[in-house]
């Protein structure tokens, strides 16, 4: 009960925070329809890239289109446990800090990683998930190390992490895209001779698409992923408590189970 009361208390920071926001004209963005300040009662909004399985992708089934993934199940545990109703929103993951930070959304999770850079414009909670990078590219290509792909045409989500690290690797020819679905068709069509994408996406691809293979590349920067919060949002230490009571329980556990076993 006294977790509930806090909520609605947060909560009521929420509004006025996001009132706030109104008279800041933040929805300049028609394509993210939502806007936290509409949150009314006790609602969050979160904001997600769905092309990214298994953290989060579009399920179609019989006419229904869900988001779903490792990341919709760990907010469901924690918005559930404070007392909020849950809307999921999708947008390119490029358009997700501007939203957060024109508070059109209350969180981001999209197996994003706390680089600085993007600590300037948002808080982060603690890591909830550790991943490595890898090369992607066609069968029999052999390109597997980033030596490889010197010189080669390589796809990397826009405003990705894994753009960054392309941009250290010396002569690569980087092609940025919105989507992984789009970056995965132009190597099967062979646009792109390879992409850098991290090793539980690269996985699920890979395997829907036998024509491609993964190696995973020695990593010089850890990119866990954390959720994101506008800068000085009254959730984040709520959800950070939520995260350690998910970790401790072994709930977690049981949710990187469900999301990453290989036979997925
Ligand atoms: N971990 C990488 C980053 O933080 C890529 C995340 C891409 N997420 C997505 N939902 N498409 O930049």
Not at 152 to 177: C, D, H, N
Request: overall charge negative; charged content about 30%; glycine content about 8%.
């Amino acid at each position: 009960m006294k977790t509930k009361f806090k909520a609605l208390t947060i909560l009521s920071m929420t509004a006025v925070l996001a009132l706030t926001a109104v008279g800041c004209g933040s929805a300049s963005d028609n394509s993210a329809s939502g806007d936290a300040s509409k949150t009314s009662g006790k609602k969050l909004v979160l904001m997600t890239s769905a092309d990214y399985p298994p953290y989060e992708s579009h399920k179609t089934d019989g006419g229904t289109d869900e988001i779903v993934g490792f990341d919709i199940d760990i907010a469901k545990a924690i918005t559930k446990d404070l007392g909020y109703d849950l809307e999921v929103k999708d947008v390119d993951f490029n358009g997700l800090l501007p939203a957060l930070q024109a508070k059109q959304a209350d969180f981001v999770m999209a197996g994003m990683t706390p680089k600085p850079e993007r600590l300037q414009n948002a808080d982060f909670s603690d890591i909830y998930y550790e991943a490595k990078e890898t090369i992607v590219s066609k069968k029999g290509s052999n390109l597997k190390t980033p030596a490889d792909i010197k010189g080669k045409k390589v796809g990397v989500q826009l405003g990705s992490i894994q753009e960054g690290e392309a941009k250290k690797m010396e002569g690569l020819q980087i092609v940025s895209l919105n989507k992984i679905g789009d970056i995965i068709q132009e190597l099967k069509a062979g646009r792109i001779d390879a992409a850098i994408i991290e090793d539980t996406v690269a996985k699920g691809y890979t395997a829907a698409n036998t024509d491609l293979e993964f190696n995973t590349i020695e990593q010089t920067e850890a990119a866990g992923s954390a959720i994101a919060f506008p800068k000085g949002s009254a959730i984040t230490a709520d959800f950070n408590k939520e995260l350690k009571k998910l970790k401790d329980s072994g709930e977690l556990d049981t949710l990187i189970k469900k999301w990453f076993d290989t036979n997925k």
